[in-house]
């Protein structure tokens, strides 16, 4: 235990939370994060009492139902966050420049873009968050349906636990987005394997998804409580 603890310890070192080589990232996203205060005053809430570790990497998944939502999520989650992207968002130009510098990597889904996935591992390694949408595209209807087993792999090889989380803009009163965390799912705790078989991981997959609906109901059921949300239309 104490072999891992100091493991962990040296990757959080190795990347500290306030150093030069991240002011080219940093300040972009603290006045993106300003705008996005102001524009979308989001609501955070967390599924219980167990809030996730505040140092180690892990993989931040949610759900994508607006362009906004990689901005509400990097200003509301109290760590320094990095994204995953598909090359189409990537763009061209200076687009793709831009993007890189604000911490996004870029993966090619068409094909199986190892460098891509190294560094997003790497990224974990270090003791990052890294956010991405599981389900591979834009739902504007923010339902949570089929998820990618990228994210599951990924997780694997960063040894870093998946954070669930349900981000939903303009439903609250006065257009306010919401935000619900929810617990973090080591994957360990559920497969012991050295390397996980195919079932395995389409498993964990399922479970990653019931993380999320979790995430979900709870966020609309919190609402109701505090008499914010009297009905949910999707």
């Not at 996935?117 to 974990?124: D, E, F, L, P, Q």
């Not at 968050?129 to 087993?149: A, H, T, V, W």
């Not at 394997?193 to 990653?208: G, H, V």
Request: with cysteine.
């Amino acid at each position: 235990m104490k072999e891992k603890d100091t493991e962990k310890q040296k990757q959080i070192k190795k990347d500290p939370a306030v150093h030069i080589r991240f002011l080219a990232m940093d300040i972009p996203r603290f006045f993106a994060g300003m705008t996005a205060r102001l524009l979308y005053r989001p609501r955070m809430m967390y599924l219980s009492d167990k809030r996730p570790d505040k140092h180690g990497g892990a993989l931040v998944i949610a759900n994508h139902s607006s362009f906004s939502d990689p901005v509400i999520l990097g200003t509301m989650l109290p760590r320094r966050i990095f994204y995953l992207a598909g090359e189409l968002a990537m763009g061209k130009g200076l687009k793709p420049i831009l993007l890189k510098g604000c911490g996004c990597i870029g993966i090619d889904r068409n094909i199986s873009d190892i460098e891509g996935i190294k560094k997003a591992v790497a990224i974990m390694k270090r003791g990052h968050y890294l956010l991405m949408f599981p389900q591979g595209e834009l739902k504007r209807d923010g339902e949570i349906k089929e998820l990618k087993s990228g994210a599951i792999l990924m997780a694997w090889q960063a040894g870093v636990p998946i954070l669930p989380v349900y981000v939903r803009k303009g439903i609250v009163r006065h257009n306010r987005a919401a935000v619900m965390v929810g617990e973090e799912l080591n994957l360990r705790d559920y497969c012991t394997k050295a390397m996980p078989s195919m079932k395995d991981i389409t498993e964990l997959t399922d479970l990653a998804a019931l993380k999320m609906h979790a995430c979900e109901k709870a966020c609309f059921d919190r609402l109701r409580q505090k008499g914010i949300l009297k009905e949910v239309v999707k």
